[in-house]
């Protein structure tokens, strides 16, 4: 199974504020506050329904999508 390397996500972004800045920019509509985007980083989650907008945002800002992902099952 392939699963999203978040913490990754974080570093590249710059945390939180530059992950939803980046949200902004590219999905307006994303609906997504601070504390939210906060939460995906202490719990390394991102919900299923947001990991398209953050590929699309990955994408846009220049990265591979490859680049943020991982196989746990590889790595054992």
Do not use: S
Not at 6 to 24: E, I, K, Q
Not at 26 to 48: E, K, L, S
Not at 58 to 73: I, Q, Y
């Amino acid at each position: 199974m392939v699963q999203i390397d978040v913490p990754h996500v974080f570093r590249v972004f710059g945390g939180p504020r530059g992950l939803l800045n980046a949200l902004d920019r590219h999905q307006p509509d994303h609906g997504r506050t601070y504390n939210a985007v906060q939460m995906w980083q202490q719990r390394q989650t991102i919900p299923g329904k947001y990991v398209g907008a953050i590929f699309y945002c990955c994408e846009a800002e220049g990265h591979e999508c490859r680049e943020f992902l991982v196989d746990p099952d590889e790595l054992a």
